[in-house]
């Protein structure tokens, strides 16, 4: 069985039909990407499996969950973990205070307890901060780790966004262009991290993502979208000179 | 310049920094408690004033400072926790019961009432709030046979393990009352701020979307927010009432909830000193202004009088903090602690927010 499965899925913003009749599955274990000219409905793909939005029609299921039946904080209790393609952060809180938020799907503690400070809760934190350590090292944030996310350079949010996405230590990731705004290095840096996600982590992996050397650095398979809709399925080689694909890119830029 | 070499997880978890600041707060405390040998009646009822507003603070710092909830409202919860206590004294339960009950009561109603109030954002959930400030008024008129109404109530004499305790009788024991409630609530709100609970308050304040998409059930958590928030508000109202000894329906006006606000954003948002430095603004400001206009008068050889004048300067001190120190009277604290830390190589821009993307509205 599929890790995520969507089926027929359709969502529309008024007259605007941003996902349309849209199926694929994604499998465990590999680096699922999507392709795609602006406004395809790729991000919206992800805000509808994260439940931000109700799908018009269609289901989507996720390890054996109907996820339409969850609330959207229920989708990271699953295990699905995400980043934005704005990069939303917590702003006014450190480094390590953002990836620590990503643990809150894993508290065992309540109000009481926490007012406290019972040595339970204690215990808790010295585990929670344990996993958290682990991805700043992974990440290379050492530097970062106590500055406030307000004045870190872009780059370095990007990254923390998805130290903060780990932190959940999800089942699947969901990346919404990763490499969009980085340098080369820094891309390239990316790539590795996506790379050890699936391979050392055994981390499922979805991202959007338009840099098609990453892509097809990454992925073990594409698939292309336009206008909401499916345009082509299958290794990155097979979608990148796949015919529609090629002329949603020309006419799209033409 | 102190650096601080981190070897083990406590060093993050623990409140304090190092040694040298647990013994900072420490002598601070100290001085807290031995205030009533060192300070005449006067300056010691100002201190303690400043210490229940402190409280207040904390309990809209919560919501407002932590969550990102404004609220225009508190009074009413001040004003609830005031009648609660008071009322349950007179109905024969201990002080020593009274107390914590009326804060849970007033939690419970802020709960209830946030459950729908918060579906608002921003100015929306302002108004809505500045609405129960109104309304609080009304109905401790119309409820006045508890209430006692527009004539208002006293509060009885607080006996605590059979020690009488009175704001003009035993002024030294009713500060240390208040100075072991604001203690507690301190401890009580560091513990929250190093937990998992008050991680996703920040997170529900500096973006909803993704603190949703980590598993914080924004509701939820705001509810809380705001439960917690009128609970310390309900014993800041308790103690305000017993340190006024008498109040009607116009203790707890609206002015009360904007001053609280205002407060809190002197302060400085997002901090526990906030609430602190904002309340010595409010309990000082007035005796620093009746001062003031001595020297003038001295000076000039006349008298001023000017209606409102307190509320205007607290008015303009706000404008001033927003326009030029967003992150209040903490966060000038902040920078000038941490030029003499670095000494000399703090940098001009060291606190300079970058602005390094466009956020938009949509989710993209
Ligand atoms: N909340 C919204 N309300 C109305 N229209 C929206 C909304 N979100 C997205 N859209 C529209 O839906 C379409 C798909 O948007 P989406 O953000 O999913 O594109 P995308 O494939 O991620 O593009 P990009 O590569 O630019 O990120 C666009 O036409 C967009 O304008
Ligand atoms: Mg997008």
């Known amino acids: 069985m599929s890790l995520l499965n969507l089926e027929n899925v359709t969502l529309r913003f ?41 799908p018009a029609e269609g289901s989507i299921t996720f390890d054996g969950h109907d996820l339409l039946k969850s609330k959207p904080s229920g989708v990271a209790a699953y295990g ?23 643990r809150h799907r894993h508290r065992r503690s309540n109000l009481v307890s926490e007012i406290f400070f019972t040595p339970a809760v204690r215990k808790q934190e010295i585990q929670n901060r344990h996993y958290v350590e682990e991805i700043i090292d992974f990440l290379d944030l050492q530097p970062y780790r106590d500055k406030m996310i307000a004045g870190l350079p872009y780059g370095v949010r990007k990254v923390v966004e998805v130290g903060r996405a780990l932190a959940t230590d999800p089942k699947l990731l969901l990346l919404d262009e990763p490499a969009s705004g980085l340098s080369v ?41 336009a206008d909401g809709a499916e345009l082509a399925l299958g290794t990155p080689q097979q979608v990148q000179s796949h015919p529609a694909v090629i002329e949603a ?4 830029s033409a | 310049m102190r650096i601080i070499f981190k070897t083990d997880y406590m060093q993050d978890i623990r409140p304090w920094k190092d040694g040298y600041q647990l013994s900072l707060y420490l002598i601070l405390l100290a001085l807290a408690v031995a205030a009533p040998f060192l300070l005449d009646a006067f300056y010691l009822g100002e201190l303690n004033n400043v210490l229940i507003w402190a409280i207040a603070g904390m309990g809209l710092m919560i919501l407002t400072g932590h969550t990102g909830q404004a609220s225009l409202g508190h009074a009413a919860f001040l004003a609830l926790g005031c ?29 209830l009432i946030a459950i729908p109030a918060l579906r608002l954002h921003g100015v929306y959930l302002a108004i809505a709030t500045l609405a129960l400030s109104i309304l609080a008024d009304d109905i401790i008129v119309l409820t006045a046979e508890w209430t006692g109404g527009v004539g208002g109530k006293y509060a009885p004499p607080v006996n605590v393990f059979g020690y009488n305790i009175d704001r003009w009788g035993t002024p030294d024991a009713f500060y240390w009352l208040t100075l072991g409630v604001a203690v507690i609530v301190t401890l009580g709100y560091i513990n929250l701020l190093r937990a998992p609970l008050g991680r996703s308050f920040i997170a ?7 603190a949703q998409a980590m598993g914080v059930d924004v509701a939820r958590t705001k509810a809380i927010s705001f439960g917690l928030s009128c609970m310390v508000t309900g014993w800041a109202g308790a103690l305000m009432g017993l340190f006024a000894g008498a109040f009607n329906n116009e203790t707890f006006s609206i002015i009360i909830s904007i001053e609280l606000l205002m407060m809190i954003v002197i302060g400085g948002l997002g901090s526990i000193h906030g609430a602190f430095l904002g309340a010595m603004v409010i309990g000082f400001l007035p005796q620093f202004l009746s001062l003031s206009k001595e020297w003038i008068g001295a000076l000039t050889g006349t008298t001023i009088s000017l209606p409102g004048m307190e509320f ?33 190589f703090y940098r001009k821009d060291m606190f300079k927010r970058q602005k390094s993307y466009l956020k938009t509205e949509r989710l993209r």
Do not use: C
Not at chain 1, 17 to 41: C, H, M, Q, W, Y
Not at chain 2, 89 to 103: H, K, Q, R, T, W
Not at chain 2, 204 to 210: I, K, L, M, Q, Y
């Open chain 1, 14 to 54: 008024g007259g605007l039909t941003a996902v349309d009749r849209l199926s694929f599955s994604v499998e465990k274990g590999e680096v699922f990407a999507i392709v795609g000219p602006n406004g395809a409905g790729k991000s919206t793909v992800f805000n509808l499996i994260s439940r931000f939005y109700d």
């Open chain 1, 80 to 102: 699905v973990a995400r980043t934005f393609q704005n990069i939303e952060l917590f702003e006014h809180a450190t480094v390590l205070q953002n990836l620590l938020v990503g």
């Open chain 1, 249 to 252: 890119y020309l006419g799209a």
């Open chain 2, 312 to 344: 205007g300067v607290f008015g303009m001190i706000l404008i001033a903090f927003i326009l030029f120190e967003p992150m209040g009277m903490y966060g000038r604290w902040l920078k000038i602690r941490t030029y003499f830390e670095l000494f000399p």
């Open chain 1, 185 to 225: 290095e820094e891309t390239t840096d990316m790539r590795w991290w996506i790379d050890d996600i699936r391979r050392q982590m055994g981390i499922t992996v979805l991202m959007v993502e338009h840099d098609m050397g990453l892509v097809s650095g990454v992925s073990d398979r594409v698939l292309a979208m």
């Open chain 2, 83 to 111: 009648y609660s206590n008071i009322i349950l004294m007179e109905s024969g339960v201990p002080f020593m019961l009274a107390f914590p009950i009326a804060g849970i009561i007033t939690g419970l109603v802020g709960v």
């Open chain 2, 204 to 210: 529900v304040r500096d973006s909803e979307v993704s």
